[in-house]
Nanobody, 128 residues
Framework: QMHLVESGGGLVQSGGSLRLSCAASKTIFSINAMGWYRQAPGKQRELVAAITSGGSTNYADSVKGRFTISRDNAKNTVYLQMNSLKPEDTAVYYC??????????????????????WGQGTQVTVSS
């Protein structure tokens, strides 16, 4: 069983930055697919960014050029650097991980149902 714990959320003004962290309870070295999702009130959960163990990434169009996903296998942690934040980025942000070796190293997973493990979420609020 893998446990994921997000941190780094908070209240920030429009144009500001935050860095979210997702700490895994076990090694992520062979977790080929990890991602960040978000869910705003009254809206469906949506992919923000995904990353493979090989470093390939995928971003939602709404965050391209502003957000960066990265992973540090030595620290069992995935990050989401968020810059130029906008009020519409306000949501609960969730970290997700696929099962060990469930996907190829280069396969970016963008479908939430393919992720097995989820964190509890961290609130990000961007004021205008």
């Amino acid at each position: 069983q893998m446990h994921l714990v997000e941190s780094g959320g908070g209240l920030v003004q429009s144009g500001g930055s935050l860095r979210l962290s997702c700490a895994a309870s076990k090694t992520i070295f062979s977790i080929n697919a990890m991602g960040w999702y978000r869910q705003a009130p009254g809206k469906q959960r949506e992919l923000v960014a995904a990353i493979t163990s090989g470093g390939s990434t995928n971003y939602a169009d709404s965050v391209k050029g502003r957000f960066t996903i990265s992973r540090d296998n030595a620290k069992n942690t995935v990050y989401l650097q968020m810059n130029s934040l906008k009020p519409e980025d306000t949501a609960v942000y969730y970290c997700a991980a696929a099962r060990d070796k469930a996907f190829a190293i280069s396969q970016v997973v963008t479908t939430d149902t393919l992720y097995t493990y989820w964190g509890q979420g961290t609130q990000v609020t961007v004021s205008s």
